[in-house]
């Protein structure tokens, strides 16, 4: 499978605790999104990454969540001290750099739920 | 500020019926990108079409169209003789390059459902 993959497909954590999700990109694409995604509406925008470098953060990320791509290939988001209000769909894309049109590939994304 | 809207929050419809899905958009950028995904049951956003704010040339790809109108900010999305494998939620998005950077900004989706 040469798509976005993103591990794991859900998550149950109790209130309170850390996790930390996967992205896999698709290889050749040097640009990585993170997005979460609410019941009824559609995703918004969390962090970006070109290669290794973290270009831009939403101020939806608060500073329990945290991500890093360590050697430009794949990435993480890690929780801190998970809220109910947490529980949502995480998202990644990827895409090429180069002209700003160029389309992001999603992932099946991971969807947490804070108990 | 850039703004999606998409008023139908759901739209039923019966196999074979053409089915059009409204996307506004606001921005104040001069070059921007559209786009639309569909997302079905699986979860995985799929990208069907993506449009730059200088070519309002309309595209028509099998069973899939879409009218992209700059004077009334609007990139609607047309499927003919619609099957039940259409049935998903559509998201319009809007990419703007001066203020934004690279990320898109959806609309709150359109939840089609195709009946047989």
């Known amino acids: 499978d040469t798509g976005v993959s993103q591990d794991p497909r859900h998550k149950i954590t109790k209130r309170g605790q850390n996790v930390t999700f996967r992205c896999d990109p698709i290889s050749e694409h040097n640009r990585l999104y993170w997005y979460r995604q609410t019941l009824g509406q559609g995703p918004e925008f969390l962090t970006y990454?070109?290669?290794?470098?973290?270009?831009?953060k939403s101020r939806l990320l608060s500073d329990r969540f945290s991500a890093e791509r360590p050697k430009g290939s794949f990435s993480t988001l890690e929780i801190q001290r998970t809220e109910q209000g947490d529980s949502a769909m995480y998202l990644c894309?990827?895409?090429?750099?180069?002209?700003?049109?160029?389309?992001?590939?999603f992932g099946q994304g991971t969807r947490l739920t804070v108990v | 500020a850039q703004k999606v809207t998409q008023a139908q929050t759901e739209i039923s419809v019966v196999e074979k019926e053409d089915v059009t899905l409204d996307c506004v958009y606001e921005?104040?950028?001069?070059?921007?990108?559209l786009f639309w995904y569909k997302q079905p049951p699986s979860g995985e956003l799929v990208f069907l079409i993506r449009r730059n704010s200088f070519d309002e040339q309309n595209e028509i790809s099998g069973r899939y169209s879409w009218n992209f109108q700059k004077s009334t900010s609007s990139f609607n999305f047309t499927i003919t003789a619609s099957q039940v494998v259409d049935s998903a939620v559509y998201f319009c998005a809007l990419r703007c390059i001066e203020e934004y950077g690279n990320k898109l900004v959806f609309g709150a989706g359109t939840i089609l459902r195709v009946k047989s």
């Open positions: 894309a990827s895409s090429l750099s180069g002209a700003s049109g160029t389309e992001a590939f």
């Open positions: 921005t104040r950028d001069t070059t921007y990108y």
């Open positions: 990454f070109q290669n290794e470098a973290q270009l831009e």
